[in-house]
């Protein structure tokens, strides 16, 4: 089977995030870059799906400048077969990404699409539904097992108030939440290997997609910051506090 | 003047609340509101909501007694059509994240998700990376797309009903099918819904520290309970319980985290709760940075202890 997985360069989790001094942005100078945890599982269950339906290809796309180059080879290193870039640079919003990503779909004709549910980032939670309806597709968001069997994917869904199963004929989207698997190390044969593996360079224009900014991005700020607590000695002195001064019990 | 159209979620023949919020942000927008219930056997639910909406659309048909992105998003976005609907609103529950963005394609409309604040009619607040910034958007296009993040935004004082209707829906081909739901079951109240919430992390070693440990507590309070996702990833909680910014945001009146880091993933569901209890026995955790009330200490021995002084001060 094909499958095409999107990979975006986010900051890292583990960095402070930090405004820059004008406000206009995060600060990303200085700040280790990542691919999207999400997208990472995205790519392992790719992986794993190419080796029990019995091969294929791992085709493994991200949209943004040459910096994203670093995230495609990181995947490649995991073990995906190729790469494209699609080359942007500046604001791009959700529906900017479902278009560029509609066109490569209908060129590369995957019969899966795994992405991240999140980027990390924006934490919009949009992108693979998005998608699915341009393309007309069914989805399967928030995955937490997926099995491809019989033109069809079968996948647990992590949802409020418990695990949904759904299926969707092929081709789908699937978008991967976090327990979906535990996404490997790249080894160092395959950091090699990934340097030699095809990593193609499209842009919007070749692709035939106009963008225009629907979601405009107006400013930032820093959230509201609680003020300090106080440490309590005891166990008493806790509760005595929980009912005397929060009014909490 | 704006026209809203709040799409109503509920489960098991009960109205889920968090849909209150999404009818609490359209009104500051202010204008006409609409309200659209899909299913099947819905009555109750149009009904539920009747205070909140000029009118209720119920929207019956066989495809959609389970709640499926593709058919739903045709049947919300038609409607939405029909209407004549500037925005179309609901709650970032997991079923509105999942079915809106679909929407918001069909109907060639901007979207913002997880809204915490409205600026006008085209300009929302809503908190990116994980809590740690808070972006305010503007969205370009006519129609308007918008999830709300539930505690953010209190219920509305309920109306004089509106008027109930049905509307015609017709939810297309599907590529998707519908094969079961586990829910998890607990006599416990919803996280979303609790005024307590007692959460566990790592710290509580394994499924019977919560049983041992967490539970007398939870129950001392008629409290939910919650948990980190390194606790789900174990699989000592059900994952529904994951709080933070890849699970539920949780604001209760109270909170307790309990052998739980606070890692900024982990804090960005709940820094929202009125007061915030850490118990840890490492003096440096970062969640004493956003707790009201810290106590250090071993939780297998501080946590029993405080069961007992509750269970006391509450007589
Ligand atoms: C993409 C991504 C998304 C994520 N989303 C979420 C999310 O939504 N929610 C979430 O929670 N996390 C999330 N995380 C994970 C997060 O980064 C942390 O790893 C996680 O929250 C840590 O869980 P914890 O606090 O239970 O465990 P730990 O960080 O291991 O903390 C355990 C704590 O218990 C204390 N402790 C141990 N024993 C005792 C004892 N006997 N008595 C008292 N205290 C004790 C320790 O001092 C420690 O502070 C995400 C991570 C990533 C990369």
Known sequence: ?249 | MATHLIVVEHQSGKLNKATLSAFAAAAKVGGDMHALVLGQGVGDIAKAVAPYAKKVHVGEHAGLKDRLAQPYAKCIADVAGSLGATHVWAAASSAGKDVLPRVAARLDAAMASDICAVIDEKTFKRPMWAGNVIGTVELATAKKVITVRPTEFSAPAAGAPGEIGAVSVDPGASKMSFVKFDAVVSDRPALADARVIVAAGRGVKGPEGIKGVLEPLADALGAAIGASRAVCDAGWAPNDWQIGQTGKVVAPELYFAVGLSGAIQHVAGMKGSKCIVAINKDPEAPIFQVADYGLVGDLFKVVPELTEAIKKAKG
């Open chain 1, 1 to 249: 089977m094909k499958f095409l997985v999107t990979v975006k360069r986010v900051t890292d989790f583990e960095a402070k995030v930090k405004l820059k001094a004008d406000k206009s942005g995060v600060e990303t100078s200085g700040v280790n870059m990542i691919v999207n945890p999400f997208d990472e599982i995205a790519v392992e269950e790719a992986l794993r799906q190419k080796d029990k339906t019995g091969g294929g290809e791992v085709v493994v796309v991200a949209i943004g400048t040459a910096d994203s180059t670093a995230q495609i080879r990181s995947a490649l290193a995991m073990g995906a077969d190729r790469g494209i870039l699609v080359k942007h640079d500046g604001a791009l919003d959700s529906n900017g990404v479902a278009r560029l990503l509609q066109k490569v779909v209908e060129k590369e004709k995957p019969d899966v699409v795994f992405m991240g549910k999140q980027a990390i980032d924006d934490d919009s939670a949009q992108e693979g539904q998005l998608l699915a309806e341009v393309l007309g597709w069914g989805q399967a968001t928030f995955a937490n097992s997926v099995t491809l069997e019989g033109g069809k994917a079968t996948v647990i869904r992590e949802a409020d108030g418990g695990l949904e199963t759904v299926a969707c004929e092929l081709p789908c989207i699937i978008t991967a939440d976090l327990r979906l698997n535990e996404p490997r190390y790249a080894s160092l044969p395959g950091i090699m290997k990934a340097k030699k593996k095809p990593l193609d360079e499209l842009t919007p224009d070749a692709l035939g997609v106009k963008l225009e900014s629907r979601v405009v991005v107006k400013g930032f700020e820093e959230p509201a910051q609680k003020k300090a607590g106080q440490k309590v000695a005891d166990v008493a002195a806790l509760v005595d506090k929980l009912k005397n001064e929060a009014k909490a019990i």
